[in-house]
């Protein structure tokens, strides 16, 4: 009996003496969905840092990664962040509009017309952006750019007279670009992502606003021969907890957890710029033409989209993040 109270006197003086060891036994778990599939440059990535994840915070915290859509789709994800069945996701913008609406405006149509002026506004705007998403009770992790939308069609496109002739399939959860095209006179057709090659196919429609990279995994190029050397609007992805998950991350950790995701965002920025490049190489070699927009059509879609935009303020574009992103760009535009 003295040996059994002896030992557990020992247990107790241990566990005051190294509180911060017996709290490491305690494994926090981050459960993260992603609707990307695990073999691309955004899944190796989640799968990087999950192990980084491990690694720095010598095994306290867990990232769980759910690849390839298997926990639904961004708004499936984002019932369940609210709920914490799971404390992360993988949200693009469109996936991100469903917690703040005013992320769409980085998205309008020729706005941010290349890298170098979507890295001078996320500068600017990044911590008004993410400080408007944590007020809805999540964190915002990292940013990762996910290339360009361009537009593939069946005839050539140089300006916009080009494409109003034509019948423009569009991802019914695009509502605002569906209602940012329709009011400059474009004819669009709500067509899911399941049915666009169908649809190419059909005649149902001839033309379509993508990323290259998934025109070219979907083999959409056989159809759409043609793409406007023009970007229309960057595609963005963000990593987001709830703050109950960021809560769990012991503080001791926050710190590293947050360095090593920002720093794979910016190795995704990286892939997918040269895995966008390489799908236009591979897609022109099997017959893809790249119209090359000169310098006064790309004027004629930047006038098309300006027309527009006052009809467009409030409705479908926040007023004063446009008014923010616009002032960037002008004074950015102003030193070139």
Known sequence: MKKIIFCIGCIILLTAAYPNRVMAQRKVTIKLASMVPENTPWGLALNKMSSEWATATN???????????VLGDEAAMLRQLRGNQIQGAVFTSFGIKLITPEILTLSVPFLVRNDAELAAVLTLLKPELEAKINEKGFYTLAWAKSGWVKIFSKSPVFVPADLKRLKVGTNPDSEELMQAFKSMGYQ???????????????????????????????????????MASINLAPFMGGIILNQRGWRAVPDQYKSRVSAISQRIAGE??????????????????????????????EQAWYADIERAIPALLGTTFDREIYRKVDDILKQYRSRR
């Open 59 to 69: 095994g306290e915290v867990e990232l769980r990664v759910y690849h390839g859509g």
């Open 188 to 226: 669009m057709v709500p067509v899911t992502m399941n049915d666009v090659l169908v649809s190419l196919n059909s005649g149902m429609i001839e033309a379509v606003y993508q990323s290259p990279v998934y025109v070219g995994g979907m083999q959409l190029f056989g159809v759409v021969k043609n």
């Open 268 to 297: 995704i920025d990286a892939s997918i710029s040269r895995l966008e490049a390489d799908a236009i190489k591979t897609m022109s070699a099997y017959g893809l033409v790249v119209n090359q927009v000169s310098p006064e059509q």
